[in-house]
Nanobody, 128 residues
Framework: QVQVVESGGGLVQAGGSLRLSCIAS????????MGWFRQAPGKEREFVAA????????YYADSVKGRFTISGDNAKNTVYLQMNSLKSEDTAVYYC?????????????????????WGQGTQVTVSS
């Protein structure tokens, strides 16, 4: 059983910063590619950022490039999402996801169906 747990959400003013954390645990000696997705009220879940199992590849949605940074401690199956210059449109529930596989290109990392394990989500609210 693999558990994915996010933390770090909250309320922040526009232009501010937040750092989300996520850890995948439950299976020793397993390494995971991990991604962040978000879902705003009335909208579909969308890709935000992802990092490969080794941390050598990182991918971002165009809407967050230059503002968000994904990083990780792959040995600990922990991933972080540093969010700077936050905008009101970044308001959403942020979900962390994990998969014990790597993919050959960026497209699969952006597809939520490619991830096996999901956290419960953490709310990020950006006030304007």
């Amino acid at each position: 059983q693999v558990q994915v747990v996010e933390s770090g959400g909250g309320l922040v003013q526009a232009g501010g910063s937040l750092r989300l954390s996520c850890i995948a645990s439950g299976r020793t000696n397993s390494r995971y590619a991990m991604g962040w997705f978000r879902q705003a009220p009335g909208k579909e879940r969308e890709f935000v950022a992802a990092i490969s199992r080794t941390g050598g590849s990182k991918y971002y949605a165009d809407s967050v490039k230059g503002r968000f940074t994904i990083s990780g401690d792959n040995a600990k199956n922990t991933v972080y999402l540093q969010m700077n210059s936050l905008k009101s449109e970044d308001t959403a529930v942020y979900y962390c996801a994990a998969v014990n596989s790597d993919y050959s290109g960026p497209y699969s990392y952006t597809d939520p169906k490619k991830y096996n394990y999901w956290g419960q989500g953490t709310q990020v609210t950006v006030s304007s």
